[in-house]
Structures are given as structure tokens and as C-alpha cells.
């Protein structure tokens, strides 16, 4: 009796022991790995160099250097650009998708540069973010034209330049962005008629374009943009009888 429950405790101990020492391991492994995960994606996920220097250019002409939320100068797709953060909190924003190459490319979907008073052109490296799907220019000082390579930035979505000086006419390439929702031209100082070609954005359900130089007749194209809830189109000097199509706008909220 006293021999078996030596035995028995002595199983117990060697049992735990190995179980010990077993379960150690594979915390240990455990963590290692984790590190090694932690260590590799954060170093493996780089912006995409391009469009690095893309933002770092403008960002760099409009005078803009410092940010405590997310790396302006160094890698950009860092801190409140890829974590939670809502974009309307922080000011120049960016936000990235790293989830591109496995998790080791991070491409920028947003750009964002709203009433900091920047003044110039529309800038040209912003060609080069070919992965947006939100661009806020709004309430700034641009003047010079609305760039014509602007229509092949395809993913976009939410496209916002109003309250700026742009002039000249509305490139009919603004047609090319299939994928838009929201569109804020105005106020600016356009000139000119609106083009056929935006008569091709059938997703649009949000358009601003108050105060922005405009005249002429409404394209009759446009009677394909039914997703429409809200258009706002005064202060412009549009002519012509309001179109029969408005009728068709069975989404309209907001005229
Ligand atoms: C910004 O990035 C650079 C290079 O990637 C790095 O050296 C620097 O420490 C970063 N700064 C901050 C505030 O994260
Ligand atoms: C992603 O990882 C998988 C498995 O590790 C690999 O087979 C694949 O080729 C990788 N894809 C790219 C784009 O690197
Ligand atoms: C876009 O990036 C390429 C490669 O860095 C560069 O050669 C080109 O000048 C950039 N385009 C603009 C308009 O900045
Ligand atoms: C748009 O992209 C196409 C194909 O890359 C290019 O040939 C064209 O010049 C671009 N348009 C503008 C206005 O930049
Ligand atoms: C608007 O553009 C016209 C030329 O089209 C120019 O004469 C005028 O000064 C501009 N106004 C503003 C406020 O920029
Ligand atoms: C509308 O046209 C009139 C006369 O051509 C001009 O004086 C006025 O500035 C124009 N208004 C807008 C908002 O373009
Ligand atoms: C609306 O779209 C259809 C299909 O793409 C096209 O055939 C038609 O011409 C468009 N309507 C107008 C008035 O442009």
C-alpha cells in the first residue's frame, strides 16, 4: 500500500515535471513565434514607395512637417493611419490597406488636407495614389485647373474639392470615376458647361456644387444618375427648363 502510493506520487511528479517543463516549451515557442509574427509584419509592411513620395512631396510644399499621430516624414502607414482612428480626427490624414502582398505592401486609400489654407496647384503627384478611394482637398486656396488625370484615380469614391479657387472647365475624365458616391466641386471658380461624360456616374448619390462658375444647359446624360439623394447646384449659372429627368430621380432627398 505505502510502496503504490509512492509510486503513484512519484508518477504525479514526473508527470507534472514533464508536463511542466512541456508546457514551458511551448509557451516559450509560443511567444517566439508571436514576436517573430509581430517583428516580421510590422518591418515587412512597407508603403508602397511610390506613393510615399507622393504625399511627402505635397506634404513637404504645403509646409506640412509634423504629426504626432502618424509618421509624415519617415513610414508613413504607421500609427493613426492604419489603426482604428476615424480620419476626421486627425488632420493632414492618410490611412493605409496593408494588406496587399501578403501583408507587406501597404497602399494609401485616403488623402486628406482639409482648410489648412494651402495654396497652389492641384497637385500632380497625387497621379500617383492610385489606390485612393477618398481625397479631401476641401476648403483650401488651389487655383489653376482641375488636372484631367484626376479621372484615373478609379477606386475613388469620395472625392472632395470644394471651397477652393479651381478654374477653367470640368474635365469630362471626372466621367471615368465609375465608383463614385460623393462628389464636392463647389464653391470654386470654374467656367464653362457641365460635360456629358459625368452623365456616367451611376453611383454617385451625393453631389455639391454650389457657387462653382458653371453655366449652360444640364447634359440630358444625366438622367442616368438615379442612385441621386442629394444635389446641391445653386449659385451657378445654369440655363435652360429644369430637366423631366429630375422625375426620374426616384432616390432624390435633397435638391
Ligand atoms: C518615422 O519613421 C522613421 C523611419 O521609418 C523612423 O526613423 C522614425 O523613428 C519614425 N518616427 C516616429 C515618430 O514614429
Ligand atoms: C503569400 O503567401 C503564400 C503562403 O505563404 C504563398 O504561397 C504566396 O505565394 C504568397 N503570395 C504573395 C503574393 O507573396
Ligand atoms: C510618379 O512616380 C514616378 C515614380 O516615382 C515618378 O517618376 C513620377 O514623376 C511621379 N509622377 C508625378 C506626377 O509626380
Ligand atoms: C491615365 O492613365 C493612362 C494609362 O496609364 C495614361 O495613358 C494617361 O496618360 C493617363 N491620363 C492622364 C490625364 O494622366
Ligand atoms: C475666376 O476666374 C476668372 C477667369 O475665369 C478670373 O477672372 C477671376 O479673377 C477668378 N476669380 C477668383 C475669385 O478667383
Ligand atoms: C452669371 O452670368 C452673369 C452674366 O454673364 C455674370 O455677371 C455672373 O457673374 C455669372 N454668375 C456666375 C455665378 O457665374
Ligand atoms: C443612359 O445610359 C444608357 C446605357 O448606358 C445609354 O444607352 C443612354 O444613352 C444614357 N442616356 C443618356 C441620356 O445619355
Not at 490624414?93 to 485616403?110: E, P, S, Y
Not at 457641365?194 to 458653371?214: F, K
Amino acid at each position: 500500500m505505502a510502496s503504490s502510493k509512492f509510486f503513484f506520487s512519484q508518477l504525479l511528479h514526473l508527470i507534472s515535471g514533464r508536463c511542466c517543463i512541456f508546457f514551458c516549451f511551448l509557451l516559450c515557442f509560443f511567444f517566439l513565434f508571436c514576436e517573430r509574427c509581430r517583428s516580421e509584419s510590422s518591418a515587412a509592411a512597407k508603403t508602397d514607395p511610390i506613393e510615399a513620395r507622393a504625399v511627402n512631396t505635397i506634404l513637404g510644399r504645403w509646409g506640412q512637417t509634423e504629426s504626432s499621430v502618424w509618421n509624415i516624414s519617415g513610414e508613413l502607414c504607421s500609427g493613426a493611419a492604419i489603426d482604428g482612428t476615424d480620419a476626421g480626427q486627425f488632420n493632414p490624414a492618410i490611412k493605409c490597406d496593408c494588406n496587399f502582398h501578403n501583408g507587406t505592401v501597404c497602399h494609401i486609400t485616403l488623402f486628406q488636407v482639409f482648410a489648412l489654407d494651402v495654396t497652389g496647384a492641384f497637385p500632380e503627384e497625387l497621379s500617383n495614389l492610385t489606390y485612393l478611394t477618398t481625397l479631401t482637398l476641401s476648403r483650401n486656396c488651389l487655383t489653376g485647373p482641375l488636372p484631367a488625370f484626376i479621372g484615373n484615380l478609379s477606386s475613388l469614391q469620395y472625392l472632395d474639392f470644394g471651397t477652393n479657387a479651381l478654374s477653367g472647365p470640368i474635365p469630362r475624365e471626372l466621367g471615368n470615376l465609375k465608383n463614385l458616391i460623393s462628389l464636392g466641386l463647389g464653391p470654386n471658380n470654374f467656367s464653362g458647361t457641365l460635360p456629358a461624360e459625368l452623365g456616367s456616374l451611376r453611383n454617385l448619390q451625393q453631389w455639391y456644387m454650389t457657387s462653382s462658375g458653371l453655366s449652360g444647359e444640364l447634359p440630358t446624360s444625366l438622367s442616368n444618375l438615379t442612385a441621386m439623394q442629394t444635389l446641391m447646384m445653386s449659385g451657378n449659372n445654369f440655363t435652360g427648363k429644369l430637366p423631366d429627368f429630375i422625375g426620374t430621380w426616384s432616390n432624390l432627398e435633397v435638391l
